[in-house]
């Protein structure tokens, strides 16, 4: 096993355990582990009862490539590169959640977790450009609701279609309490989904090093060299792109935006914005 790989690993791993450890101390997570998984968390873990492995999955950081990665490792196809994202989205995967509690704490366990991130607003922008420029789905259900409840005197074609939400707006929808929707998990903060300080988690991959991690995470499992995981070739988001967008916001929203990725923040060890105010 490469040595800077591990020692990667190591680093990632501690600064995670010790700001979970002081969240601990402070009171706001509790001492001892989940007694039971709640439904949700476990319905976003993904199982490999053969490599004695499971994926917590966290959306805008290759997690589409990820389940056709598990479809090749289970036998479910036969090349990591077929299928279209629409058929890897619907196949029938199994999933923590599909296991009574003995058999989900057996798992917990004994087998190694693994979840991968990536820079907060990267990520953000990164749902942004995907789900309001380009799903019909997104603008249909959250961008009309977006410019009815955010924008002052919309026309009727933005209301009707919702095809025009700018980035300052959703940001304003992510930031209300009182928004006229749930929160979506694509930009939901990446530990609110997985809960690595409530879980054990013994891989901490990164998008910034996504080609790199994913070897190393299949040859840690013994992966057959039949499977390989294909990097997404994201150019929905860059640090320049990111700024970009980030202008677009004030000062004080963007506090307020840091704010609520903080956590990501500081348990995955990314560096804080330069203008962020602590």
Request: proline fraction near 6%.
């Amino acid at each position: 096993m490469d040595k800077l790989l591990e020692e990667n690993q190591e680093e990632r791993l501690s600064t995670l355990n010790t700001e979970c450890k002081q969240l601990r101390e402070r009171g706001i997570l509790p001492l001892s582990p989940l007694p039971r998984i709640p439904e949700w968390l476990a319905s976003r873990i993904y199982v490999a009862d053969r490599y004695a492995f499971m994926y917590c999955e966290v959306p805008k950081t290759g997690c589409t490539n990820w389940k056709r990665t598990f479809l090749a490792l289970m036998g479910n196809i036969k090349s990591s590169k077929v299928m279209t994202q629409n058929q890897v989205h619907s196949f029938n995967y199994t999933k923590l959640s599909s296991f009574d509690i003995s058999g989900q704490r057996s798992r917990l366990d004994n087998y190694s977790m693994v979840m991968f991130v990536r820079e907060p607003m990267e990520r953000l922008v990164s749902a942004y450009r995907d789900k309001f420029l380009h799903s019909k789905h997104y603008k249909k259900v959250y961008g009309r609701a977006i410019i009815s409840h955010y924008r002052k005197n919309p026309s009727r074609v933005s209301l009707t279609g919702g095809h025009d939400v700018t980035f300052p707006e959703m940001v304003r929808f992510i930031l209300d309490p009182e928004r006229p929707l749930v929160q979506d998990v694509h930009w939901l903060p990446a530990h609110h989904l997985c809960q690595p300080c409530l879980l054990r988690y013994d891989y901490l991959g990164k998008v910034e090093t996504l080609g790199r991690d994913a070897a190393d995470l299949l040859a840690r499992v013994r992966a057959p060299e039949s499977v390989f995981y294909s990097s997404p070739k994201d150019k929905r988001s860059s640090a320049a792109l990111t700024g970009y967008y980030l202008a677009q916001l004030s000062s004080k929203v963007r506090q307020q935006l840091y704010t609520f990725y903080y956590g990501d923040y500081k348990l995955f060890g990314y560096p804080l914005p330069s203008d962020m105010k602590i």
